[in-house]
C-alpha cells in the first residue's frame, strides 16, 4: 500500500523559511516523478514543483521559482520542498503526490498523479 506522509508545515512570518518532507513507502518510486502541490481556501489546487526520482529534473511554477528548492534523498526515500522568502499568498494546505513517469513525465504541472498524501499546512503571516 502506498503512502506519502508530509510534515513540516508551520506558521511562519513572511521572509520566513521552512522545509517540507514527504516520506514515501509502500513500492519502488525510481519510475516516477514526485510533486508539491498547495491548495489556499477558495482556491484550486496548483502545481508547485516536481522532481524526477532517477534523473532529478525539477520542474517549478512561476510563482515559486528562485525561492523554493525541490529535492529527494533516495535512501530516506523522501522528497523536500525547501521554502525561502516565504509570503503570505504562499499560505495552504501542502500535498506531496506521486506519478508514474511515463505518463505524468511529460507534462508534470498539469497530468493527473497517482497517489497523493494527506498534506500539511503552511502559514506565512504578514
Known sequence: QVQLVESGGDLVQAGGSLRL?????????TGYIMGWFRQAPGKEREFVA????????TYYADSVK????????????TV???????????????????????RVGQDPMRSPYDYWGQGTQVTASS
Open 21 to 29: 518532507s514527504c516520506a514515501a513507502s509502500g513500492r519502488t518510486f
Open 50 to 57: 516536481a522532481i524526477k526520482w532517477i534523473s532529478g529534473r
Open 66 to 77: 528562485g525561492r523554493f528548492t525541490i529535492s529527494r534523498d533516495n535512501a530516506k526515500n
Open 80 to 102: 523536500y520542498l525547501q521554502m525561502n522568502s516565504l509570503k503570505p499568498e504562499d499560505t495552504a494546505v501542502y500535498y506531496c503526490a506521486a506519478g508514474n513517469l511515463l
